[in-house]
């Protein structure tokens, strides 16, 4: 009898912690779920990929003050690539190609157009670009193949030995502000020691390096190359 108690008076202890256990598991509150937070842009780039060079242009999109070093041959793969800055966010940066090259570079539509669409107080630097084909189907302006539109922030923009060779711009209708390396250079921005070979075409406002200068801007050092051909019409 005492062995058959002590048995039975153990179970009972037993079930009374299993029972006051559960209780307490069935209160714990619950763990809330880890929140991933989003990577922060960057304020430097080292272009690699194709992707490095998209990620880079959301970053200026994205209002982002930053910088870029191309570090390989880039193949683009748009239809009708979208510029690194615009006129709402323009780049600001620096961006040098240590002397890489762009291929691949196709536009259709819309003003500011070229790599870069509107730079300002930004540096554009050691870079070639082939065959860059910008077959327009509408009027737009402000169209070049490094950059539309150049203009200064708070120090002036530079675009520096740049080489666009195999180049077709081809605007339509009232097409103003087309050049080969840069559709308008404005307020004392420079582009120094570039050259251009292909075709521009365009309404007015046309040239084989810039299709204007104005304000201050300067052109130095740049050449035409042979096979070059410039039309405007009226």
């Known amino acids: ?38 990577a922060p842009m960057e304020t430097h780039y080292s272009i690699y990929t194709l992707q490095d060079m998209k990620n880079f242009r959301a ?33 600001k940066g620096i961006f040098d190609g240590h002397n890489y090259t762009i291929y691949g570079l196709k536009k259709k539509t819309g003003d500011y157009g070229g790599l870069f669409g509107k730079i300002e107080g930004a540096t554009i630097r050691n870079l070639y670009i082939s065959s860059p084909d910008f077959s327009y189907t509408g009027a737009y302006d402000y169209v070049g193949a490094v950059c539309g539109f150049a203009t200064k922030g708070d120090h002036r923009s530079y675009i520096e030995d740049c080489h666009v060779t195999g180049g077709y711009l081809q605007g339509s209708g009232a097409s103003n502000y087309w050049g080969g390396i840069v559709g308008k250079v404005d307020v004392a921005s420079e582009v120094n020691n570039c050259s251009y070979q292909g075709k521009v075409f365009g309404k007015k406002e046309i040239g084989g390096i810039a299709g204007e200068v104005n304000s201050g801007a300067s052109i130095k050092g740049c050449v035409l190359m042979s096979g070059t051909r410039v039309h405007g019409w009226s």
Request: contains cysteine; hydrophobic residues 40%; proline residues 6%.
């Open 1 to 38: 009898k005492d062995i058959m108690g002590r048995v039975l008076w153990q179970l009972c202890m037993t079930g009374m912690f299993l029972v006051f256990s559960e209780g307490l598991i069935a209160s714990a509150p619950a763990k809330e779920p880890k929140i991933e937070q989003a």
């Open 59 to 91: 970053a200026v999109e994205g209002g982002y003050e930053t910088s870029a070093d191309l570090m390989n041959d880039i193949t683009l793969d748009e239809k009708d690539w979208t510029p690194i800055g615009s006129k709402s966010h323009p780049f």
